[in-house]
């Protein structure tokens, strides 16, 4: 950084890092055109540490979600959005240049925080759709986000930030975090995980059984912290007046996110907790209670559902297409269709359902 220019909130997590790495020298990578200035690239800067233990790796560490020169927000706790980002990937002897597309990867997150305004904590998860690399066989499709285990929250000029290290993970990990909760699924992940590094070639950690035994029980004992998905096939066609009755209305959903939902609505209801879904334009809330019902308010649907019914829904939502009704339920029909799975360039690279 240019010594005429007043960087406090760089300056803060440069420090931090030095506490770690001492003298080193990051390989860091900054922005050429500023983001306000129609830039393609959000994030300030990224900088790449060689670790060394618990194995050699890349530790990344982004510049830019927090406020590194003057303070803009009007929030007096926080700095710009009160998080950086950490990433870590296994480093071969040979390599003198970290994966440009981890930086890639980075960039986009701060795309998809800067154009929506959502932010991230510990305990969040992002499902990619896809590899994490693109390209590469792999199994890591999501990521989930957790405190970097070496970088404590710091106090900046600019206020707070703390620093969430990006973890990837595969889709049964992911569903696992979904059923139960992320920072539960990541701990007993962690020691075949140390300091959260992720590997591309890695398998499933469910494959172990004293991950996915601890996993089961967990779920069993807490229910789902998941209290709320996007869904982004869910509509809601209400049922039309015919000359002797009215048709039943339909509940539609994608065939991608239907088992996951029946999963969540055991691990919601039956602990007497609720479960919002939100769509393109509508929102479903389903809630426990005494006896099936429905009812619905402008641009939400309410569904109450008991122990028995929440059983017989859950075996029904499948990933495959059809409609189904469901006992005691009357007057609403749950229609699976399927989910189109595209790439980055919006080719159909799988069909689900």
């Not at 889709?171 to 701990?187: F, H, P, R």
């Not at 070639?201 to 494959?207: E, G, H, P, V």
């Not at 009812?295 to 189904?324: W, Y």
Request: glycine share 10%; aromatic share 10%; charged share 20%.
């Amino acid at each position: 950084m240019s010594e005429e220019l007043n960087a406090p909130g760089w300056d803060a997590i440069d420090q931090t890092l030095r506490n770690i790495y001492g003298d080193q020298e990051p390989k860091h990578y900054g922005t050429l055109i500023p983001y306000a200035l129609g830039g393609q690239d959000p994030l300030q800067g990224i900088s790449a540490y060689m670790a060394e233990t618990p194995q050699p790796h890349w530790h990344f560490v982004t510049y830019g979600f927090s406020a590194l020169y003057e303070k803009e927000s009007e929030n007096a706790d926080y700095s710009g959005y009160g998080f950086e980002l950490t990433f870590r990937l296994p480093r071969q002897p040979e390599e003198e240049e970290p994966p440009a597309w981890a930086l890639n990867l980075l960039q986009n997150i701060g795309r998809y925080v800067f154009g929506s305004g959502n932010t991230f904590q510990a305990g969040d998860y992002m499902d990619a759709n896809g590899p994490i690399c693109l390209d590469a066989d792999t199994r890591i499709t999501a990521l989930a986000f957790t405190a970097d285990p070496e970088l404590p929250e710091i106090d900046t000029p600019n206020g707070r930030l703390e620093f969430l290290q990006m973890i990837g993970i595969t889709a049964d990990e992911l569903q696992a975090m979904q059923t139960w909760n992320t920072l539960g699924v990541l701990s007993v992940c962690e020691p075949y995980m140390p300091r959260y590094i992720t590997d591309l070639n890695r398998d499933s950690f469910l494959r172990h059984d004293a991950v996915s035994g601890a996993i089961r029980l967990g779920h069993e004992r807490d229910g789902s912290s998941t209290g709320f998905l996007y869904v982004d096939q869910l509509t809601w066609e209400p049922g039309k007046k015919g000359l002797f009755k009215k048709s039943s209305s339909t509940l539609t959903l994608g065939a991608k996110q239907a088992g996951i939902i029946g999963s969540l609505l055991r691990g919601r209801i039956l602990k007497g907790k609720k479960l919002s879904l939100s769509g393109p334009s509508i929102r479903v809330v389903f809630e426990p209670g005494e006896s099936p019902a429905w009812e619905t308010q402008e641009g939400e649907v309410r569904i109450m559902l008991n122990g028995p019914v929440v059983d017989e829904l859950a075996s029904k939502l499948i990933p495959q297409a059809g409609v189904f009704e469901v006992s005691f339920l009357t007057g609403v029909l749950f229609q699976i269709v399927k989910t189109e799975i595209k790439d980055h360039e919006g080719q159909v690279v799988e069909i689900i359902g």
